[in-house]
């Protein structure tokens, strides 16, 4: 049951806590390696421990900046860290210092695209704010018979908490807006993106109305979810437990919820608080955060090509549709991959080279489980075989079979591509005197459909093309084998 068929309509508004690429904490000198054992990498600061004072990590500040440049935001020429009061045993000081009013970054969009009913489609979401805090530890409950454990090594950690406007409108959307966020932090280098190590966090908040209907309906919050997969499956759940909920007479009740992925359910973790619930205040041991424009100017200078910005230079300077140049530049690996395979084989071939990326190096990778930055085939040996098509070494369908033997090889050699061709026997047929007996043998031994393409039935010279190849062993030049076929077809 899918909730775009239903006279229901979901909203969705979505916070992703992403750690900032520092070397220390937020307002501390400890170190945020992960992996480290517990309580190893936690000062008085983190621990909060009577008389220390915390102290604000400009490295912070400056992946704050980056990103809010950009998504277009607006930077806060001064914004104020406030005390969120709430109690968790992960939590040190019963209270999280965070940003309430005048958060370092305002405004700002992310666009994405994503496949909607059989079309690409392109959607730009809102921001209402980014801002900088710290984050609580962690508590452990496996390796504790009867109780749990506390390990503040990731208290203090730097977050920048991303908000987006309640303007999604199905999981699909929720999938493609998180995936792009997540691509863009870690394209400007301000989050190394594992999920798996909690390095960006997603709460959904999800809620439905009747279609047409102006006020929102009661949202729910599902909390931590690290991976695209398991916000897809949260936020199906999630729409139907509310649909069904109403449509039995009930009513949805505010709440924080967690999804059980092994259950396929959302279960209440607690009634969810508003703003005034943590009795937010200023922090007095911080001063404001005053940022200059000689600041965002110094950041800029630091800023990489942006997904946008690169996406326009694909379309005018490789002549690459709309399309190809936004998948492209989904992830900053893959499109620096694709510029270093048209740097070696030339722009000619551009369109050849998205149309590889896209279709056999991607399902390849997704295949393998590898990213693109650690496949085996080097984009110079990519673009060599792309070469070796142009040139007629090699045809379209052997292409293929020689980009699986460069997989396997896992060679850094340039000249992978020809010694591969060369010992396998890979190089196509473009001689005549070959061809042509290759297409006399075809002709005497398939006489319904020679005579059928005779009769007008063009199609016909398909199947004879078909049995051509096969006797080539895939090796004929398609172009040369065409044009012979139709020469002795017409005799």
């Not at 969009?109 to 805090?133: C, M, P, Q, S, W």
């Not at 030339?346 to 991607?362: I, Q, T």
């Not at 098509?389 to 340039?414: P, Q």
Request: glycine share 6%; with cysteine; proline share 4%.
């Amino acid at each position: 049951m899918s909730e775009n068929n239903m006279e229901w309509e979901v909203v969705i508004g979505i916070e992703n806590h992403v750690q900032l690429t520092t070397a220390s904490k937020i307002f501390s000198g400890s170190p945020t390696t992960f992996g480290a054992e517990a309580n190893t990498q936690a000062s008085p600061v983190d621990l909060a421990l009577p008389g220390v004072l915390p102290v604000m990590n400009k490295q912070a500040v400056d992946r704050a900046i980056r990103f809010g440049l950009a998504v277009g935001a607006k930077i806060a020429p001064a914004s104020i860290f406030a005390r969120k009061n709430y109690f968790y045993p992960d939590l040190p000081k019963g209270y999280q210092i965070s940003q309430f009013e005048d958060p370092v970054v305002q405004g700002g969009t992310i666009t994405f695209g994503y496949e909607k009913d059989g079309e690409f489609v392109t959607r730009t979401i809102n921001l209402t704010r980014a801002h900088l805090e710290e984050d609580a530890g962690k508590s452990l409950h496996e390796d504790y018979a009867g109780m749990s454990g506390i390990d503040l090594n990731r208290a203090g950690t730097p977050l920048l908490e991303i908000v987006s406007e309640p303007e999604l409108r199905s999981a699909a959307e929720a999938v493609a807006y998180c995936k792009a966020l997540h691509s863009l932090v870690m394209w400007l280098g301000v989050c190394d993106g594992n999920m798996q190590e909690g390095s960006f966090r997603c709460d959904i908040n999800v809620s439905v109305r009747p279609k047409g209907q102006q006020e929102y309906g009661t949202r729910c919050e599902i909390k931590n979810l690290n991976s695209f997969r398991f916000i897809e499956e949260a936020v199906h759940v999630e729409v139907r437990r509310q649909i069904e909920l109403i449509e039995d007479g009930g009513k949805v009740v505010q709440a924080t919820r967690l999804y059980d992925p092994d259950r396929k359910e959302t279960r209440e973790m607690r009634s969810k608080e508003d703003a005034q619930d943590y009795r937010y205040f200023p922090d007095p041991d911080l001063p404001p955060l005053v940022i200059s424009n000689a600041w965002i100017e110094q950041v800029k200078g630091t800023m990489p090509e942006l997904p946008a910005a690169m996406r326009a230079r694909f379309i005018s300077e490789y002549a690459l549709p709309d399309y190809d140049s936004l998948v492209l530049t989904q992830s900053k690996a893959m499109a620096n991959y694709f510029v270093a395979v048209v740097d070696a084989a030339g722009k000619e071939n551009a369109k050849v080279a998205a149309n590889w990326l896209m279709g056999d190096v991607s399902s390849t990778l997704n295949r393998e489980g590898v990213d693109i930055a650690d496949a085996p085939v080097k984009p110079a040996q990519l673009a060599l075989m792309l070469k070796r098509i142009a040139d007629g070494t090699i045809n379209n369908k052997t292409a293929k079979e020689l980009f699986g033997d460069m997989w396997a090889a896992k060679s850094d050699d340039d000249n992978l591509v020809d010694a591969l061709i060369e010992s396998k026997g890979l190089k196509q047929i473009s001689d005549t005197g070959a061809l042509e007996a290759i297409v006399n043998e075809v002709i005497a031994n398939n006489e319904k459909s020679v005579e059928q393409y005779r009769a007008g039935k063009e199609a016909a010279i398909n199947a004879l093309i078909g049995q051509a190849m096969k006797a080539s062993r895939g090796k004929a030049n398609p172009a040369q084998l065409t044009e012979l076929l139709k020469a002795k077809l017409a005799g």
